[in-house]
């Protein structure tokens, strides 16, 4: 007997019902993204990820057409801070969690290549001289075609989780030193050493923001921050490798050998600064990556119920059994909780980041004035949940979908490897879970964070 296979593509075109009171403009970002997100960047994610890994980054691959989509709508000027922006251009921290859901939604990767590509130019706004910025910051901003993208250097071979927890370890040698380090000739600076390999975008970057080992000083807390243009004599990229997940953003290893970098592109100094800005650079992609991490367990949702409501088992369609009613329900309401608390997190921390921007001037030397800052547990909790609930509901999606799921040419397997990769990427759960913790023990009653006392440790 020949078996019937349900359409393997079952995604449903369905918006959801939002609970938030949408302005004209968050209603319209959100429907435009969504269409983005569906006929451009859901089926070039799954293009690529069926593609191997060394014809993802070729001229022709959907890789770019995706991108240069994202950049020809002007979506990444969105995420600069609100002081480099047209009013036209400045929109509520509610329309970047929708923007980033839907991004998420459509592809884990390339949202993953956005928010590598917006940090690496938002950190330019925030710390660059006025020359830096006429250099890079302008071209970028009007690039319609992807032709400067960013890509975020701070794991090495040897240094993983070491890069998160080290940072409440200030004084502790037990990291060792970054293995890529910068040391100082004339008002150059001469780069040397490697990045991990699974660098988000590297292997197609114009730009990498670039975390180094100050050659002079011993331990990670003593980094600095670098622009580096890819194209400087002394790099090399390593070949894009393959994954299980986020097939669809291209990772690859970035070498420096005796790369001179002028000046102008150290962008936060080694100062007591340095640590307090990678916290908080943490803080920012975690409130991101929970957004992102929403629209994947979203659509993990979305396929499930879809799915349930066509496919016939025991005579009636697998909606109505009670099982798969309560695992619907689990699914949903873990969804809700998730976006909730990611857009909550984003709304916070939104505001921090024109703080840190008036506070640019001053970050290359030891003066750290009266700042505000975002708050690390917070932020860590709400990437950590949101991350945790997307692998949970792709798990449910795949046990409600069933054999089909587990097929190559079903969605929710993709989703299902994107969604673990998500426990790993930017982070593991514990080791955001174990720095979460330690800002909290001792600290409960603190809203803010003390840069006396980071100064003093320093
Ligand atoms: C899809 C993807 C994209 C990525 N993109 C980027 C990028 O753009 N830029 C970049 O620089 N990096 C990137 N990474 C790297 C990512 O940040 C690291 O993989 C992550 O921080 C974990 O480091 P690791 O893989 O070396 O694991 P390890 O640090 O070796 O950890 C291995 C295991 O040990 C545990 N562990 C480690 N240290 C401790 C500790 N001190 N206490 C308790 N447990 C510990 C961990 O929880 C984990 O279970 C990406 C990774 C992935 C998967």
Redesign the pocket.
Known sequence: MVQVRPEADFSNEAAFLDIATLSDEESMIKSAAHSVAKDVIRPASIALDRMNAKDRILPESPYFYAISKLRSLGYHRMFLPGHYLDDGDQVSPLAKAIFLEELGWGSLGIA?SFG?DVLTFSLVAMFGSDELKAELLDPWINDSEGRFHG?????EPIH??????ALRDLGSTNFGKWQVTARADGSDWIISGQ??A???SAPIASHCVLHAQNSQSDGPAHGMLFIVDLSSPGVSIGPPID?L??RDDP?GEIFFDEVRVPGRCLLVADSPFYPIFVDQLLCTTSVNIANIATGVARACLEEALSYATKRVQGGVAISEHKNIQLTLYSMFEKVETSRSYARQMLRYTDRFTEVEASNSQSNLGFAIGPLAFSSPRHCRSSQIYAKRVAFEVANDALQVIGAMGLSDDSLIQKLFRDAR?LW?????L??LA?DAARNLIGNYDKYEYDPQEVAQKW
């Open positions: 993953t590598v890509c975020w250097g701070a794991t993983g989780s070491d890069g998160i927890m990045k991990s699974w660098v988000s994954m997940g986020v990772q990769s790993i990427e930017d982070g593991t514990e080791v174990l």
